[in-house]
T-cell receptor
Framework: NAGVTQTPKFQVLKTGQSMTLQCAQD?????MYWYRQDPGMGLRLIYY???????DKGEVPNGYNVSRLNKREFSLRLESAAPSQTSVYFC??????????FGPGTRLLVL | GIQVEQSPPDLILQEGANSTLRCNFS?????LQWFHQNPWGQLINLFY???GTKQNGRLSATTVATERYSLLYISSSQTTDSGVYFC???????????FGTGTSLTVIP
């Protein structure tokens, strides 16, 4: 079991460029989440998907879009990157009990 | 959204000491979890504890849901306990989670 995997691990973008962060889980979990972590601010929820076919906005959804491609995969897209989106991005998943399992994170730098 | 406050923000301990970390939250929740973020950035789930008490080795946690707080106890601390401890809450499983800003723990040999 790989758990939760994320790609890429690190990315540098120029302002205005687009990119998609990929996340996959092999634990047959229904729920998946995307967070961003900024220094001193803990983790903030961007979007979540309570089950396949549904997505909902979290605390900080502006500038992002998501796709729940299937039960395993949940991607996060930045259409036009801005320096304010420089952050560490974490994907997580949870099953019926509710315990969240996190991926290793993606470090994104927007210049 | 639900407000989550953690205290203390920073803690420095000598190896072998005990500590108590606190998490206060502003609304009724059905899901509360404690996480440890190690110095390499990996987030590890320590406890799923919406109510009651659980123990796992040197760590234990207690949540008093009616009074809207949770405590994480670390006994006989080790240098590998260093990192940031986060509390996260949600009203329901699969729902929006809110994280506190964490307690940064440094254990000195």
């Amino acid at each position: 079991n790989a758990g939760v995997t994320q790609t890429p691990k690190f990315q540098v973008l120029k302002t205005g460029q687009s990119m998609t962060l990929q996340c996959a889980q092999d634990m047959n979990h229904n729920s998946m989440y995307w967070y961003r972590q900024d220094p001193g601010m803990g983790l903030r929820l961007i979007y979540y998907s309570a089950s396949e076919g549904t997505t909902d906005k979290g605390e900080v959804p502006n500038g992002y879009n998501v796709s729940r491609l299937n039960k395993r995969e949940f991607s996060l897209r930045l259409e036009s990157a801005a320096p304010s989106q420089t952050s560490v991005y974490f994907c997580a998943s949870s099953g019926s009990i509710g315990t969240q399992y996190f991926g290793p994170g993606t470090r994104l730098l927007v210049l | 959204g639900i407000q989550v406050e953690q205290s203390p923000p920073d803690l420095i301990l000598q190896e072998g000491a005990n500590s108590t970390l606190r998490c206060n939250f502003s609304d009724s929740v059905n899901n509360l979890q404690w996480f440890h973020q190690n110095p390499w950035g990996q987030l590890i789930n320590l406890f799923y504890i919406p109510s009651g008490t659980k123990q796992n080795g040197r760590l234990s946690a207690t949540t008093v849901a009616t009074e809207r707080y949770s405590l994480l106890y670390i006994s006989s601390s080790q240098t590998t306990d260093s990192g940031v401890y986060f509390c996260a809450v949600a009203m329901n499983t699969g729902n929006q989670f809110y994280f506190g800003t964490g307690t940064s723990l440094t254990v000195i040999p």
